[in-house]
């Protein structure tokens, strides 16, 4: 009966108790003993009462439920070796060595790290006396697995992260509800959305929701865009538009590199047009609330594949991201998909949209 643990770390995002959900029941259904490490990968270093079995009943009537009933966190000491080493020793005293791990790119780089030092830790562990040899033999080394669970849609390779489709029909409904407002005084509304670097929520969102116009990090806007904007605007209000919105990704800059906010946008259009207008910063309501039916099915699907992928992995195995590509799931290489996710933001810091732009299409494609 190997054993498996899940965990869930990192920013919470709708749908990680499908994936939850889904490890517990395949496991148990495979004749596997799942455990559920609370509190992220905190849970691993500091052990007891926060590695548990889960049953079959422990996740009953969390698949429509926001959050992480598990529990999650930012976890300092697991950054460290020695948080790590302590983890691996939790985690082998219970006889677990196969991981799913649930969040998102700093939570997959741990995981991908703590499965190459895993064999290291054990023999230091087994020097040290602190596990006998019989645990250290039996698992000597570890099988991980990642599914992103991020409202940001941010991993680069995959149609679309556990979170990211519930945290739009959000903001639609935030969008919808603001516009009947905005048409009955004549007001411009100016949105800030989620999604750090990557403009996947605001650029959706606002097509979606018709709007007016859209700041993302991937496409600055040219010099000049306060005029440009202006300019739109007051078409649109002389086309007798009675309603403006604007969505403006938390991480939109200019071409130079400076961030623009939803204040400058504010000002901008109420200095020049005298528009009377309002910022509405949606913030953590992105993030709450039930689940869409996209983000219950597909991450049950993920959690389910990603507790195959470890219980039918042999030494030759390698950490995967169980994740959605051309609408099929798919087993990314965990670390080359983090890899990637990663050059890209470095792309957009250095101002090279292009290449962040051109790198995602080609990571997306191969
Ligand atoms: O990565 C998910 C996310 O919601 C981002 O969109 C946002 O920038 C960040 O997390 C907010 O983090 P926190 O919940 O720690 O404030």
Redesign the pocket.
Known sequence: HPKIAVLTS??DAQGMNAVVRAVVRTAIHEGAVPYGVHEGWRGAVEGGDLIREMHWSDVSGILNLGGTTIGTA?CAEFRERSGRRQAVKNLVQLGIDRIIAIG?DGTLTGADALRAEWPTLVDELLEAGEIDSETAATHHTAHLAGVVG???NDLVGSDMTVGADSALHRILEAIDAISSTAASHQRTFVMEV???NCGYLALMSAMAGGCDEVFIPEMPPDDGWQDALCQKVRAGRAAGRRDSIIVVA?GAKDRHGQAIHATDIRDVLADTLGEDVRVTALG?V??GGTPSAYDRWMSTLLGYSAALDVLRADETHESHILATKHNRVTAIPMMEAVANTRAIASHLADGNYERAVASRGASYSS
Do not use: N
């Open positions: 990192g920013g930012r998102g991020s409202i940001d989620m999604g750090r938390e953590h992105q993030r």
